[in-house]
């Protein structure tokens, strides 16, 4: 192996320039790193999603560092394993300020964690990008900086936007059935499409609550089908959704139309009796929001280290989309006020909207929330596409009817 | 008011899913029981079981009838071989609990480092094919492993009650010192039951396979429940086991249909703790 060094004298500092010019190379990120501390839910029930959030936080550092770093500066993602457990997180971020000493923070997957985070990130007052947080009204840090854009009351407006869809079809559901998982983030936006049903006459037929990491839902199933509802809402989260779907087709039943709220993107748009599911999104890889800040960048190689890391779904949904549009809120912050300083970044932030892959982020509105940008999403021949708002809906989707 | 047929289908259910708590529990009962070895990697056991399942399944095609036959004998040399860890390290009641734990966090660690954290699903053409019985769907894999249950825990029992290693065993588990002095081989008995404690994780597996999806945190999914189920049914009784996973799959199954599926949970603590109070003997 050569070095610089090996090299030596006019001549060394000649073909080193030579190789250069002739690679190419661009200036490297140099001096020491900006380090950058978060973590994930590498296992525990959490993990298969988290995983989506690891690959794209991956991509975005290392194409950081391909080009100049931040600032000029390499930058390190020292990432740690939560568990999938918030008091677990809480301790880790608090680790990673005090003892790590990490330069900035970006937040751990799913809204029980990130809230725990939150509250650490409070007390030493650093500046907290996140990507994947449902329960607005409980975010009071002014430093908190959502890219989950579900607007400041995604109980009203996610079910709204939903209902919208359905009343758009010529056969709009009449009666709802709402089963939801107990998660904060679930239940609350599941408890909100209970009232908004209600305030627009439809006939909620069942609502149902079950514990996070339910494992049977034989039961939850038969009472479905009890109700027989027009349309099954699943406050689902993971896999959830799966396990009611079969459940169901068990008892030989099947609701005309169904809607997961946080489902597990791959597993449900590959099992067999998932098509024509409905689910949210904010990003889903194909036009027009391809053409998004960072959207053909981030989707090929994704493609590529999903299937590398045995992901079985690797197209770039809302979670892998939500993470990297994180990624680009702090590096659009550092670079606009070209420093690390916290509270000088949140304070620009707070002021300018950034242009990210989910579309115009602003944090301006309550609690830093600004648009609720909720689309809806199907599933159609085994890959999810979004069917409403119009606008933002697949070349040539449109929502199936069942 | 819950329909019959709402009442019925919960219990149907039930009966089902606690059919898989009597098969999780039968390798652990042995094990607490006969050998005094508080098993917490008996569910990583199971659920490596069920991810070998998936892999023989999807990567050459092996039917998971087969795979199963080729995993059971595996996991019975693996048992062998755990066990001869704990003698080695004179594993005791209580310290066991601490080094099964650490077995299975590892058991956790390796399943995600080669399968990776993402969920698995085996899809098999009959994963949800149903029997009907009047008004009633009778899930068939459910209903294959609940009668996988009721067989392995009546010829355990009758293994055990019947045969002389089964006496053996059960004497070494009263009274190791006269059952030592009474020529019985302790040493090797323990080395049998942990094999055949395995390889009954590794059929749970198999099944596992076909009815869940897999991802390495399910590991700690069933622990709870199964605990439960294992001191309600009496440590070392194979059909107390499976007639405890009954009673509390269908208390859980019939709590959803009648409540709400948010109260299940806390049946199978609150009939364990309503049994221990009227039959304090079962600890």
Known sequence: ?402 | MPSLTLLGQAVVSGLLAGGIYGLLALGLSLSWGLLRLVNLAHFALALLGAYLTYQLGTAWLVPPWLATLLIVPAFFALGLGLHAVFAYFRVTEFTSLLVTFGVAVILESAIQWFWTADYRRYETAYATASLRVGPFFVPTLELLAGLTAAALALVTWAWLRFTYIGKALRACAEDPAMAVAFGVNRRAQAFLLSGVSAAYAGVAGGFIALIATLAPAQIWAWVGVVFAVVIIGGLANPLGALLAGLLIGVSESVTMAVVTPAWAPLVSFSVLILILVLRPDRM
């Not at chain 1, 779907?245 to 946080?262: G, N, S, T, V």
């Open chain 1, 1 to 402: 192996m050569i070095s610089p060094r090996g090299l030596g004298g006019r001549g060394g500092l000649a073909v080193l320039l030579a190789l250069v010019v002739v690679t190419g190379a661009t200036a490297a990120p140099s001096g020491p790193p900006v380090r950058i501390g978060g973590t994930l839910a590498l296992t525990g029930p959490l993990a298969p999603t988290a995983l989506l959030h690891k690959i794209a936080g991956e991509i975005y550092v290392d194409e950081l560092n391909k080009a100049n770093g931040l600032l000029g500066r390499p930058v390190e993602w020292v990432l740690l394993d939560d568990q999938s457990k918030p008091d677990v997180t809480r301790s880790l971020y608090e680790k990673l300020i005090t003892v790590d000493k990490v330069d900035l923070l970006m937040g751990p997957y799913a809204t029980s964690g990130i809230l725990a985070a939150m509250g650490v990130a409070q007390r030493y007052q650093k500046m907290l990008p996140h990507h994947s947080y449902g329960m607005p009204h409980l975010a009071k840090y002014e430093m908190h900086f959502p890219t989950a854009a579900f607007g400041p009351e995604p109980n009203v407006t996610v079910p709204a936007r939903i209902y919208d869809a359905l009343a758009a079809t010529s056969n709009p559901p009449k009666s709802v059935a709402i089963v939801t998982s107990k998660f904060p983030s679930a239940q609350f936006q599941s408890n909100g499409a209970r009232e908004v049903a209600e305030k627009r006459g439809l006939k909620v037929a069942l609502y149902l609550e079950y514990e996070f990491g339910t494992r049977d839902f034989g039961a939850i199933a038969a009472r479905i089908k009890d109700a027989r509802p027009d349309f099954l809402w699943v406050g689902a989260l993971g896999l959830d959704g799966n396990q009611v779907i079969e459940a169901m087709k068990k008892l030989d039943y099947m609701p005309p139309r169904q809607f997961h709220l946080f489902p597990a993107p791959g597993p449900l748009a590959l099992a067999p009796d998932g098509k024509l599911a409905l689910s949210h999104t904010f990003f889903e890889a194909h036009p027009p929001m391809l053409s998004n800040t960072g959207a053909a960048r981030l989707v090929p190689l994704f493609h590529d280290r999903a299937a590398k890391a045995g992901v079985p779904y690797v197209n770039v949904d809302t979670q892998a989309a939500g993470s990297f549009a994180a990624w680009q809120v702090l590096e659009a912050a550092i670079t606009a006020t070209k420093s690390l300083d916290d509270k000088a970044m949140a304070q620009w932030l707070k002021k300018n909207p950034v242009d990210t892959i989910l579309g115009r982020l602003r944090f301006d509105g309550s609690n830093n929330y600004g648009d609720d940008l909720s689309k809806l999403k199907q599933v159609q021949d085994g890959k999810w596409v979004v069917v409403w708002p119009r606008e933002f809906a697949a070349p040539g989707a449109r929502l199936l009817p069942p």
